[in-house]
Nanobody, 128 residues
Framework: QVQLVESGGGLVQAGGSLRLSCAAS????????MGWFRQAPGKEREFVAT????????YYADSVKGRFTIARDNAKNTVYLQMNSLKPEDTAVYYC?????????????????????WGQGTQVTVSS
């Protein structure tokens, strides 16, 4: 069992930055990949970024590539999402998720089905 708690969301102007954090407890954090997803009102939850258990491998959605950075600190059981150059279309509830067992695979980890545990979400609002 893994518990995930996101924090760091808020209201920011377009062009600004935010850093989201996700604190994990339960299963040994350094043994599973982590991901960030987001869901805007009336839309499906979509993939944002994923990071391997070791933190060496990362993969991003095209819509955030070059603006967002995913990182993790296994000593602190925390994964981060640094979001720069924010746009109004980045407005959404952001969720972190813990992957199930299995090797790192970008295709699997870019889909909701690749994850077993989810946080409650944190709201990010970008004003124009």
């Amino acid at each position: 069992q893994v518990q995930l708690v996101e924090s760091g969301g808020g209201l920011v102007q377009a062009g600004g930055s935010l850093r989201l954090s996700c604190a994990a407890s339960g299963r040994t954090f350094s043994t599973y990949a982590m991901g960030w997803f987001r869901q805007a009102p009336g839309k499906e939850r979509e993939f944002v970024a994923t990071i391997s258990a070791s933190g060496i491998l990362t993969y991003y959605a095209d819509s955030v590539k070059g603006r967002f950075t995913i990182a993790r600190d296994n000593a602190k059981n925390t994964v981060y999402l640094q979001m720069n150059s924010l746009k109004p279309e980045d407005t959404a509830v952001y969720y972190c998720a813990a992957a199930g067992s299995g090797p790192y695979n970008e295709r699997r980890l870019s889909e909701r089905t690749g994850y077993v545990y989810w946080g409650q979400g944190t709201q990010v609002t970008v004003s124009s």
